[in-house]
């Protein structure tokens, strides 16, 4: 029995960030991690001469005042190297128009969409007003949703005069933005903006909480940005790992958690972790759980009622969206007409694919080869109940049409390829111990966004929860964000009231 101030579950971006920022700050903190290395869904794997990222390809918030970079200040560690994406995407509709490119520079990209979707100016000036307002806010760390009152008067510091007019827009969806501006008919701008937000909210504009869809369409601009990291995504890992141990902190790999329980006798957690047919228990004062809300199912013992309605809240959360992921190499020369580190397009019958192409000399690759990778989202359901014979099957077909779609958009022969691979929602459970293999946080509709979420402080004093799924979302940004904010609720809960970044 292992006696620990605070445990951290989960060693992705969210774990790492809240274990490093609250040991940095002077508590015991001890990391459980099931896998054999950090990083979660922004690891990296290697497959002969070939490093791929796992899930995210990109990264925002290295900017001054980004959120990463004012942890990395924070913490004493340096800011791993990565290069600004300009374009940051670049979107073929495949309707017979020019691609659209996302350009850093926001002056490039008004002309951009002023030349693609003419008549539109009034919805992306209302987009960007929201986008300005939206990360004033955020930039003073507020806490949301709240559950106490020092939770609400946070909440209240961080609102400036331009949140009052933005927070009417609070229920509205992107939908309802293109109809105030008039731009509700524009089929192409809507299939656009279709693309876009299914990749960052898991929405579509009918469903998309205005107040976030519009900040994810100004992520790529300047003063923000979306960059590219050297090397690989485990970089921003690697770098969080360096910081935990200047601070002595614990990191256990390969223990993967089979339940948390309240001792009611001891007033303690009891984490209990099995590694190579071992148990290990650990008792600790506080839980930060950065997995997904819906692993907390299987976790948590119900021990209470509290925890019984707590689980049925959390049976009651929309189902998340599940990826299948095209691992792939290629030599650079045979895609010279790629301008861009990540492109998208739309696909008749796979929907939308993005793809993300490394850069020569950026160690994911050997020099005169690159790899690529493309996605689209899928169901789980469709892949987990599966026999074997049945998905090893399915899983073949779709490598193919995956393949066949990349060949035909970008003229690529099919004996290009040096390297494919494809991952499933399977794949990414057994990798990331996500149920069902899920990716993602909740889509960001209205009913669920913001204030309207799940919040970081449970009903359980003593268990926190931090990810993609609590606010203000997915992305490294998005849960550095929320490690921020439970780090702030943990250090005032123990006597800490005026720390901040």
């Known amino acids: 029995m292992k006696k620990r101030e605070i445990v951290v579950v989960g060693a992705g971006i969210a774990g790492l960030t809240s274990a490093a920022i609250l040991s940095k700050l002077g508590f015991s903190v001890t990391i459980i991690e099931s896998h054999y290395q950090s990083g979660g869904c922004a690891g990296t794997f290697k497959r002969q001469k070939y490093i791929f990222d796992v899930g995210a390809t990109q990264v925002a918030g290295l900017e001054v005042e980004g959120i990463h970079r004012k942890i990395f200040d924070f913490l004493e560690i340096p800011v791993p190297d990565a ?44 987009c960007a007003f929201i986008h300005k307002s939206n990360w004033k806010f955020a930039n003073n760390n507020p806490v949301m949703p709240i559950r106490n009152l020092w939770d609400f008067s946070q909440l209240v510091k961080a609102l400036t005069p ?37 990749l960052y909210s898991q929405e579509d504009i009918y469903n998309t909480a205005a107040l976030y869809g519009s900040t994810v369409l100004h992520m790529g601009q300047h003063p923000r940005g979306l960059f590219h990291l050297q090397h690989s995504m485990q970089a921003l890992s690697n770098a969080l ?37 071992k148990t290990n228990e650990y008792l600790t004062k506080e839980i930060v759980y950065t997995l997904p809300p819906q692993s907390l199912l299987q976790h948590l013992d119900e021990n209470s009622e509290t925890i019984k309605q707590y689980k049925s809240q959390i049976k009651s959360l929309p189902k998340p969206n599940g990826a299948l992921v095209l691992y792939s190499a290629i030599e650079r020369k045979k895609i010279n007409q790629f301008t861009a580190n990540h492109y998208q397009f739309s696909h008749q019958e796979l929907g939308s694919l993005f793809i993300s192409i490394s850069n020569n000399g950026d160690g994911r690759a050997p020099l005169g080869q690159v790899t690529l990778i493309a996605s689209i989202f899928t169901q789980t359901n469709d892949w987990i109940d599966l026999d074997k014979s049945s998905y090893l099957k ?30 499933t929602p399977l794949g990414f459970q057994r990798w990331t111990n996500r149920p069902n293999g899920i990716v993602g946080g909740l889509g960001q509709n209205p009913k669920i966004f913001g204030l309207f979420g799940i919040a970081s402080r449970t009903p359980m004093q003593g268990l926190w929860l931090c990810g993609d799924s609590i606010y203000p979302g997915e992305g490294t940004a998005g849960v550095s964000q929320s490690a921020l904010m439970v780090s702030r609720q943990i250090a005032s809960a123990n006597g800490l009231n005026n720390f901040t970044i």
């Not at 659209?100 to 979707?117: A, G, N, V």
């Not at 002595?248 to 009611?264: L, R, T």
């Not at 009891?270 to 047919?277: E, L, M, Q, T």
């Open 394 to 423: 399915k899983k073949e077909e779709f490598l193919l049409k995956i393949s066949k779609a990349i060949e035909i958009q970008f003229a690529i022969s099919s004996d290009d390829w040096l390297h494919r691979e494809l991952a």
């Open 241 to 277: 790992e360096d910081s935990l141990k200047q601070t002595e902190a614990e990191i256990v790999f390969g223990q993967k958690v089979q339940s948390i329980k309240f001792d009611n006798l001891k007033k303690y957690w009891k984490v209990s972790a099995s590694s190579n047919k």
């Open 162 to 198: 331009i949140n009052f007019l933005s927070g009417l827009l609070i229920k509205s969806s992107m939908f309802d933005l293109l109809k105030l501006c008039g731009c509700h008919k524009d089929k192409r701008l809507i299939k656009f903006l279709n693309l876009q937000l299914k």
């Open 83 to 126: 290069s600004i994406l300009d374009p940051a995407c670049v979107v073929d509709l495949n309707d017979g128009s020019r691609a659209i490119h996302i350009w850093y520079e926001e002056e490039s990209w008004i002309k951009e969409r002023d030349l693609q979707f003419p008549g539109s100016q009034k919805f992306w000036q209302l």
